[in-house]
């Protein structure tokens, strides 16, 4: 009776897997293969020869002053470090850096003061709230600190460039911004996460991002902009418009983020869109043949790596539905479903490692058992060659992304490290889950971020 019981159960848990593993699959192959034909069409049409790079980026024929925004919460440890390498970078071109902080956090108010000193491009904005609010409020205090130095300095500002507190800077960003927003609304350059250290466990960790990030970055946003989808922001290494930017805001007092959300610049990305703004996902090279992208360390613990992913999952999987709806048509629908499926992938993940158990548990069973039909049928059979097929080409596609990106030791690392992503998706939209629902039920959503460190930039040159 029990053993009847289990394999029924096996049955429909390994239904439910297979068919979402094959549709998860085939909508990852879908994009695999139309990046493969833009990459072909674009080898036709641009030979490498005529590609643009920074060397000969023609300047802006309408330049303008760039304002940077940067939240601040609990930052003390990177913020300095942070502001100083970005001033280097950049040097005197024409740009003033908004960093918000909060009046119950006086050691990251120092380091920023301390940074700021003989700096005028960084001006300090304090929040009137103490903090954790969330990070789209602190935003907004930047916004408003731009708007007065707009009035006391006479001078409008062109884009808004957003930046975290651990952010490592590319020089060439600001001239390239400034270039480029004269054509588009949401200007998007690649984020390069750098490799972590410490423990295996530790590494792996960091390094999951590395190989999410290069396939993300290298394959899935070239593609949803080939297909004419929203470009969603990725909240650093990111350019507004200024006046689009400012319409998003629902009063001229207001802030053009939403302080309830979590996920505001994922979001300011799709309203732009809505409103006909064009973006672009941009990648292009330095005079040195580097990729221009922001570089930085992500979480290297499990408990940081889920508690970032959970609010990832939060802003864009579950509030993103009610929040953003359906806009547009077929191929922003399909994205945005791409873009929703983190908890339903999650729960197919589990329900995978739960087949795998239920089956490990039947065949050591059976021999003391009378002998039953295994919970097979041809429909399982064929799903099951077809995921396997699926999987070998997911696998084979990440590593290569991986490595071309960080090197082929690390892309071959990367096939391990899919089991450890696999484990903290599934644990970070648990707790996606909860806390989205305890918000439904009235507890409101606030900054829940993870500590950060900055490189050792000797070490990284």
């Given amino acids: 009776m029990l053993f009847g019981a289990l394999q029924a159960l096996h049955y429909e848990i390994l239904l439910f897997a297979v068919i979402g593993f094959a549709l998860g699959g085939l909508d990852d192959l879908a994009i695999d293969l139309l990046f493969l ?41 990177v913020i300095g470090a942070m502001l100083r390498h970005a001033v280097h970078c950049w040097g005197d071109a024409d740009y003033r850096i908004f960093v918000g902080a909060y009046p119950n956090d006086p050691a990251t108010i120092d380091a920023i003061a301390s940074a700021a000193i003989d700096q005028p491009h960084i001006i300090l904005c304090v929040n009137d709230r103490p903090g954790p609010t969330t990070k789209a409020d602190c935003l907004n205090i930047n916004w408003r600190s731009m708007l007065a130095e707009e009035g006391r300095s006479g001078i409008r500002f062109k884009a808004i460039v957003m930046h975290d507190a651990e952010d490592v800077v590319h020089p060439d960003e ?42 993300a970055h290298g394959k899935s946003l070239t593609v949803r902009e080939f297909l004419g ?12 418009e200024r006046n689009i930017l400012a319409a998003l805001a629902p ?90 499926r983190a908890t339903l992938a999650a729960l197919i993940i589990v329900a995978a490692y739960a087949t795998l158990l239920l089956w490990s548990m039947l065949e050591l069973a059976r021999p003391f058992l009378t002998p039953q039909m295994r919970p ?43 089991f450890v992503g696999n484990a903290i998706a599934i644990l970070a939209a648990r707790r996606a889950v909860i806390l989205y629902v305890q918000s439904l039920l009235g507890k409101p959503l606030v900054w829940d971020k993870t500590q950060h460190r900055f490189p050792d930039m000797e070490e990284q040159a």
């Fill in 376 to 418: 097979s049928t041809p429909l399982i059979d064929s799903l099951l060659t077809l995921n396997l097929w699926l999987m070998a080409w997911r696998i084979m596609m990440r590593a290569t992304f991986a490595g071309h990106a960080y090197g082929w030791r690390h892309g071959l690392a990367a096939v391990p490290r899919m």
């Fill in 251 to 340: 009063h001229a007092g207001a802030g053009p983020f939403d302080p309830g959300s979590l996920t505001e610049d994922y979001e300011a990305g799709l309203r732009i869109a809505d409103m006909g703004g064009r973006g672009i996902f941009l990648r292009i090279r330095d005079a040195q043949g580097r990729l221009v992208a922001t570089r930085e360390y992500f979480p290297d613990s499990a408990p940081a790596a889920i508690r970032q992913k959970a609010r990832w999952i939060i802003g864009i999987s579950l509030a993103g539905w009610d929040r953003m709806g359906w806009q547009g048509g077929p191929a922003e629908w399909w994205m945005r479903i791409r873009d929703r």
């Fill in 174 to 215: 600001i001239r390239l911004f400034d270039h480029m927003i004269d054509r588009f609304a949401l200007v998007q350059l690649p984020v390069l996460p750098l490799p972590g250290r410490g423990t295996w466990f530790s590494r792996a960790i960091a390094n999951h991002y590395c190989d999410e990030f290069a396939e």
């Fill in 37 to 77: 034909i833009r990459r072909a069409w674009r080898a036709v049409r641009y030979p490498r020869r005529l590609r643009m790079t920074m060397a000969t980026l023609p300047p802006s024929s309408t330049p303008g002053r760039i304002a940077i925004f940067i939240p601040a919460w609990q930052e003390a440890e």
């Fill in 229 to 240: 989808a929203s470009i969603p922001s990725a909240g650093v290494a990111c350019a507004f």
